[in-house]
């Protein structure tokens, strides 16, 4: 299957700062990228869509202005959590697709820490 | 609006065995139907995809079924290994969704 990669895999940044994290279709051009956020024993929850070149689409309840997406190339997709706070730890993922309802891949997954 | 269930949440079983996991959806209307395995602390791989045209798809030990009408889909997962053990998640792509929508999961676990 294709291939997507997230970086970093973990991060642990102090409360206040910035984390940017990074999803890369490696062999393929994603014109959709999503942004998940995963609880502990819990599934996956949307938090936004992406289309190359124009802004995202945040899911309700989810802060636009703290979680900064930017797609600007077909091949990478970025996730910046603005002044983090602990209770934006989490497990966040990124998922890619090549067309409207082709089958989506995704990284391997941030495991940010904030203390 | 569309919600996945997924049953069992757990499930144990000696290594060798076949077995069935199995994915719900409320509304028929879908695209496609995927099947994803997970790791601890790991990202999602892909397992099998399932067009809304289709009735299954096979992948070596792996076989997904789905039935729009009856808004069900099943993951038979034949001679278990203990590698197989992760949490299978079942997704939904929509019809008024462009995104996924995720189970909670099934949390393998293979005893050898």
């Known amino acids: 299957g294709a291939v997507v990669s997230q970086h970093p895999s973990r991060v642990i940044c102090k409360s206040g700062t910035s984390v940017k994290i990074e999803c890369r279709s490696l062999?393929?051009?994603?014109?959709?990228m999503f942004w998940y956020r995963q609880f502990p024993k819990q599934s996956l929850m949307l938090m936004a869509t992406?289309?190359?070149?124009?802004?995202?689409?945040?899911e309700q309840g989810v802060e636009k202005d703290k979680f900064l997406i930017n797609h600007a190339s077909l091949t990478l997709s970025t996730l910046t959590v603005t002044s983090a706070h602990p209770e934006d730890s989490s497990f966040y993922i990124c998922s890619a697709r090549w067309g409207a309802n082709t089958e989506a891949f995704f990284g391997q997954g941030t495991r940010l820490t904030v203390v | 609006k569309q919600e996945v269930t997924q049953i069992p949440a757990a499930l144990s079983v000696p290594e060798g065995e076949n077995l069935v996991l199995n994915c719900s959806f409320t509304?028929?209307?879908?695209?496609?139907l995927q099947w994803f395995r997970q790791d601890p602390g790991k990202g999602l791989t892909s397992l099998l995809l399932i067009q809304s045209s289709q009735r299954e798809q096979t992948s070596g030990r792996l076989n997904a079924s789905l039935d729009k009408s009856s808004g069900r889909s099943t993951l038979y997962i034949a001679a278990s290994q203990p590698g197989d053990s992760a949490t299978y998640l079942c997704a939904i792509l929509g019809g008024s969704q462009g995104n996924l929508i995720f189970g909670k999961g099934t949390k393998l676990s293979v005893k050898p």
């Open positions: 509304d028929s209307a879908i695209y496609n």
């Open positions: 062999d393929f051009q994603a014109t959709t």
């Open positions: 992406s289309n190359e070149g124009s802004k995202a689409t945040y």
